[in-house]
């Protein structure tokens, strides 16, 4: 189940009071070009839309870096989101696992059991990718070019796995094939 776009806006709205940032704007962008390629690809353009602005919700509770995941997760859980609960889950594990992650684990030991069971019993679909790719050309103030954005993390956060960068590459592959278009001319204004 998913709010209503004007639901999910509102709820953006809201978590940004909760935890003022660019996060907010980022996951607008993330929207817009989840909305332009689902559209492109046959994909429910609306659905891509909503789980591209709550992908990011968990910040809501504050400045965390894995801990907006498990926070966004629950959060949706609990509103009876499940379907945006998912993307929470899902959106910074192209590889479907923790082995990758980017940040600080500043989740308990049992939460980080949660996520790694609940990751390991996910089979990744085509909306889970597009806001794993979505998310990676996603900046605060505009579309970016994948590289350009990884090579961003990557200077904020002191590395960036080389598997994450090469599957990142490969979904951006996977939506042009998909598509029949260049990513970058679907998603910018």
């Known amino acids: 189940m998913?709010?209503?776009?004007?639901?999910?806006?509102?709820l953006l709205k809201e978590a940004e009071k909760c935890n003022p940032g660019p996060w907010g704007n980022h996951s607008r962008i993330t929207a817009h070009c989840a909305e332009r390629i689902a559209q492109a690809c046959g994909l429910d353009a609306e659905k891509a839309y909503i789980l591209g602005l709550l992908h990011d919700i968990?910040?809501?509770?504050?400045?965390?870096?894995?801990?907006?995941?498990y926070d966004g997760w629950q959060y949706m859980r609990r509103m009876g989101?499940?379907?945006?609960?998912?993307?929470?889950?899902?959106?910074?594990?192209?590889?479907?696992?923790?082995?990758?992650?980017?940040?600080?684990?500043?989740i308990t030991e049992s939460e980080t059991e949660e996520l790694k069971t609940a990751l390991s019993e996910t089979v990744f679909d085509d909306y889970d990718k597009l806001i794993q790719l979505c998310d990676s050309l996603a900046g605060a103030e505009s579309v970016l070019d994948?590289?350009?954005?990884?090579?961003?993390?990557?200077?904020?956060?002191?590395?960036?796995?080389?598997?994450?960068?090469?599957?990142?590459i490969m979904l951006k592959e996977y939506f042009e094939k998909k598509s029949g278009e260049n990513i970058y001319r679907l998603v910018r204004p």
């Open 81 to 106: 989101y499940d379907e945006a609960a998912r993307i929470c889950l899902t959106h910074s594990f192209c590889e479907g696992t923790l082995d990758c992650y980017i940040g600080n684990f500043d």
């Open 58 to 69: 968990g910040r809501k509770f504050g400045i965390k870096h894995l801990g907006h995941v």
């Open 146 to 168: 994948i590289e350009e954005r990884m090579n961003d993390v990557k200077k904020r956060y002191g590395s960036y796995p080389q598997t994450k960068w090469d599957t990142n």
């Open 2 to 10: 998913l709010p209503t776009r004007t639901e999910a806006e509102t």
